[in-house]
């Protein structure tokens, strides 16, 4: 379906009665079509205004973030990812779905050669933003959407993949998940840290369609409709680690997926 196509029925969808609304909205996250109706709706615009705004301040609330960003010489910090550098070669593919215009991971770190590949289902819309505020990023962000990320890559191509607050945000997080144990290599890593159950707390705005959850150990994926126990659907090809973490202040779920050998 054609992004025009998709606002089109976006603005049919609210023009309907609000007593015939929600029954919709309901039939259509059971449908992958449905779904993507839904992410695409306002979120594309929310999602580009917070950018614009953020890129218009130099980083709106947090100007240490915009000058890490755009440093190609920062270090990687995320303690997902440096916990594990340890098991893996001295030149280290990682993946970064859904990385904004300008991934959070930092580019260098000791005795490591860091090859950073980030996508996005808006870089296109990222890069006019680069352009519009004339900003030439350290790597840049790759058109791919996640659940298009296996025509893009090769399995087995990455050490590692990783994600930060954006695979619920897109319309099938299920398979985005699913195509990240793919393209990494055996014995490499998925690594998630989402905020727990947002899509509960945006009251299913936007691209807020989704949770990521903990229930008795298993990494789980829920909204109003559906529930994917991840933890059990990867179980052939990887070993799921699920846990709760309040780094940044923040109510993380955090998975640390390891492909089997």
């Known amino acids: 379906m054609s992004k025009r196509a998709s606002r089109r029925l976006w603005e049919l969808q609210r023009k309907l009665p609000r007593g015939l609304r929600a029954p919709l909205k309901s039939l259509g996250l059971r449908t992958p079509v449905g779904r ?7 979120g594309v615009e929310h999602e580009v205004d917070f ?3 953020w890129f218009g301040t ?13 440093d190609p010489s920062s270090q990687l910090e995320e303690p997902l990812v440096v916990d594990r550098l340890g098991d893996l070669g001295d030149e280290v593919d990682i993946l970064d779905v859904g990385a904004g215009p300008l991934t959070v991971l930092g580019k260098t770190y000791p005795g490591k050669t860091l090859r950073i590949t980030p996508v996005d289902a808006l870089a296109r819309e990222y890069d006019r933003l680069l352009e519009t505020f004339d900003v030439e ?7 791919c959407p996640g659940e298009r990320l296996l025509d893009e890559f090769r399995p087995g191509e990455f050490d590692l993949a990783y994600a930060r607050n954006s695979v619920d945000h897109s319309y099938d ?5 699913h195509n990240m144990v793919r393209l990494v290599r055996p014995g490499g890593y998925v690594l998630l840290r989402h ?16 949770n990521f959850d903990i229930e008795d150990g298993h990494l789980v994926l829920w909204n109003r409709v559906i529930k994917r126990d991840l933890t059990a659907e990867l179980e ?3 070993s799921v680690d699920a846990f709760a973490d309040d780094a ?6 955090v998975a640390v997926i390891r492909r089997r050998d």
Do not use: C
Request: net charge positive; charged share 30%; aromatic share 16%.
């Open 137 to 143: 990023p350290p790597v840049r962000t790759r058109y």
């Open 248 to 253: 940044e202040g923040e109510d993380w779920v």
């Open 173 to 177: 997080p299920g398979a985005i998940v």
């Open 236 to 238: 052939p090809e990887a």
């Open 36 to 42: 993507r109706l839904l992410w695409r709706g306002k």
């Open 195 to 210: 905020v727990r159950r947002e899509g509960e707390h945006m009251n299913y705005s936007g691209f807020h369609q989704w």
């Open 51 to 53: 950018w614009t705004r």
């Open 58 to 70: 130099k980083g709106l609330h947090w100007p240490d973030d915009y000058t890490r960003r755009l």
